[in-house]
């Protein structure tokens, strides 16, 4: 399985970004926007399905992390360990993902499989971390 990493800066960065945004909304049925910076975000996909995961960078004094905000897959790359992959290129490149967001309570036991835990409910996302969130505070 080939990841890439695709930074804001990327010709295709937007275009891969829009797809993944319509794909989060066809699965989800929400009307998602995003306000955050194009340079604050990134996408890790599987080269062979046009989605993948799209993240956000939150700076601190001395490090940063990831915030993991949509993460979709075509139909037919679904349950072929396209996110297990996507996230083991995160660690592996020293990309930091404590923080994962869903609108779904069902993805609770999946995102717990892949280390995550503690879910809460903060408006009407599910939040999951695999660290203490009090580490992250700015």
């Known amino acids: 399985m080939n990841i890439k990493l695709l930074t804001g800066e990327d010709e295709t960065f937007i275009e891969r ?5 319509y794909m989060y909304d066809v699965i989800t049925v929400s009307n998602t926007k995003l306000n955050r910076k194009i340079k604050e975000m990134c996408i890790i996909f599987c080269e ?9 960078y939150h700076p601190r004094e001395n490090y940063g992390f990831y915030r993991l905000m949509f993460a979709a897959f075509e139909k037919n790359n679904r349950r072929k360990g396209y996110l297990r992959a996507c996230l083991e290129f995160a660690k592996n490149n020293n990309i930091s993902i404590p923080i994962v967001e869903f609108d779904s309570p069902n993805q609770i036991e999946l995102w717990g499989k892949l280390g995550y835990a503690d879910p809460t409910i903060e408006g009407w996302l599910q939040i999951m971390s695999n660290v203490d969130l009090k580490t992250l505070e700015a």
Do not use: F, K, R, V
């Open 17 to 21: 970004l829009e797809y993944i945004m």
């Open 48 to 56: 062979n399905d046009s989605c993948g995961l799209l993240l956000d």
